[in-house]
């Protein structure tokens, strides 16, 4: 069965504390990995998706990797306005995306 | 361009009615995907529509129902509603020869 792990499910920085996000994943035919964004009582925000172990891609302040079980979102030097849930999400060979329950995080000035 | 939208943003109902929502995808996006999502269960997929066919479809009742129009706006019906329907609908949709998804705003729905 597919399935998408995230941890921590909550975590607390102070701002300019790095740290990363973990997704873990079971898929069948990884089409792709995806990471969003989601602000409360918003649709969730496109970052970035991954194709291949070993591909990374950056934004800003934001970094995602991947492997052949596991994604990290690692978040550089944040500020404030980075808190928010960030959710991943794999497609298998069926297409649709299976989402994993989110990491809330907040960044305390 | 402009980004999914979805309408109403709000709704309230109670048990037993129907319910209708609207997405309009990404200009020029043939995909549409809908999604509900819970505080408890997350964000779990309903159906997906290509050319006004339903393409795939999640593990939910017989209630839950949608359809794509030939512009590829699409909309999703619930019949009977429950109190479990409560949930955050998010419409998504996908360029074509894309994978990347793009939600929209989502429609809260509340049953009373």
């Known amino acids: 069965e597919d399935q998408v792990t995230q941890s921590p499910e909550a975590l607390r920085l102070q701002e300019g504390e790095s740290s990363s996000l973990n997704c873990s994943y079971t898929v069948s035919g990884l089409r792709g990995l995806f990471w969003y964004r989601q602000d409360p009582g918003k649709g969730p925000e496109f970052l970035f998706t991954l194709y291949s172990a070993g591909e990374e891609k950056e934004k800003e302040r934001l970094k995602a990797t991947l492997t052949k079980k596991e994604s990290f979102l690692h978040i550089t030097a944040p500020k404030p306005e980075d808190s928010a849930t960030y959710l991943c999400?794999?497609?298998?060979?069926?297409?649709?995306?299976?989402f994993g329950k989110g990491t809330k995080l907040s960044v305390k000035p | 361009k402009a980004g999914v939208t979805q309408t109403p943003r709000y709704l309230i109902k109670t048990r037993g009615q129907q319910v209708t929502l609207s997405c309009s995808p990404i200009?020029?996006?043939?995909?549409v995907s809908w999604y509900q999502q819970t505080p408890g269960q997350g964000l779990q997929f309903l159906f997906e529509y290509f050319s006004e066919t339903q393409r795939n479809k999640g593990n939910f009742p017989g209630r839950f129902s949608g359809r794509q129009f030939s512009n590829s706006r699409s909309e999703m019906n619930v019949s009977t509603l429950e109190l479990g329907d409560s949930a955050l609908y998010l419409c998504a949709s996908v360029p074509g020869g894309g994978e990347t998804q793009y939600f929209g705003p989502g429609t809260r729905l509340l049953v009373l």
């Open positions: 999400a794999v497609q298998g060979s069926q297409g649709n995306l299976i």
């Open positions: 200009s020029g996006h043939r995909s």
